[in-house]
């Protein structure tokens, strides 16, 4: 049982260069969503979607873009790199409606921006 | 001001002592309260779930919240060194359509248990 498997675990890219980070889930679940983990400001959200067709925006959409055309997987686009884009990003799922709101997450995708 | 508090650390114990980790919050509306934790270079993981005020026990692990204090609090007895890891307070309000309702985390706590 994967869980959340995301792709590449690590990755260097340089200013203006564009990637996609991976993101698929083997769980069925209709939530997904992107945040990212930097020193001292926690966890914040990027971008989340409610079902295949459905995105919006989470608190610092900025410079990313998302897609989701099938349950199982969610990317997110880097459109042109930014140092301050250096972080490490996780993915994250779990069911539509459940009041525990167990996030599942993936291990996480570490990304240098030089 | 940040929505949700918590002291970032480091926290350092030997092994065996009881640890508390805590969260303040000035969002009245939230109701559901959960911890992660977080191994070095790992995505956290689900460790305790609590509605509204009141206590949860879940084997050395306890969650307490304290809405009117707006004050969330993670006690670990017999600490072991296993427990060493990041611990993200998470919080979320009530919602009509929860599908969508976001989770606001804590900036963590990082937690060394000393052998």
């Known amino acids: 049982n994967a869980g959340v498997t995301q792709t590449p675990k690590f990755q260097v890219l340089k200013t203006g260069q564009s990637m996609t980070l991976q993101c698929a889930q083997d769980m069925n679940h209709e939530y997904m969503s992107w945040y990212r983990q930097d020193p001292g400001m926690g966890l914040r959200l990027i971008h989340y979607s409610v079902g295949a067709g459905i995105t919006d925006q989470g608190e610092v959409p900025n410079g990313y873009n998302v897609s989701r055309s099938t349950t199982e997987d969610f990317p997110l686009r880097l459109l042109s790199a930014a140092p301050s884009q250096t972080s490490v990003y996780f993915c994250?799922?779990?069911?539509?409606?459940?009041?525990?709101?167990?996030?599942?997450f993936g291990e996480g995708s570490r990304l240098t921006v030089l | 001001q940040k929505e949700v508090e918590q002291d970032p650390g480091p926290l350092s114990v030997p092994e065996g002592a009881i640890v508390s980790l805590n969260c303040t919050y000035s969002?009245?509306?939230?109701?559901?309260f959960m911890w992660y934790r977080q191994y070095s270079r790992k995505g956290p993981e689900l460790l305790m779930y609590?509605?509204?005020?009141g206590n949860k026990e879940d084997g050395r692990f306890t969650a307490q919240v304290d809405k009117s204090s707006k004050y969330i609090s993670l006690f670990i007895r017999d600490s072991q060194p296993s427990d060493s890891a990041t611990y993200l307070c998470?919080?979320?309000?009530?919602?009509?359509?929860?599908?969508?309702?976001?989770?606001?985390f804590g900036t963590g706590t990082r937690l060394t248990i000393i052998p």
């Open positions: 609590t509605y509204s005020s």
């Open positions: 994250a799922s779990r069911r539509w409606k459940g009041n525990t709101g167990e996030l599942f």
């Open positions: 969002n009245s509306a939230f109701q559901y």
């Open positions: 998470a919080m979320r309000g009530p919602s009509a359509d929860f599908g969508n309702e976001k989770l606001t």
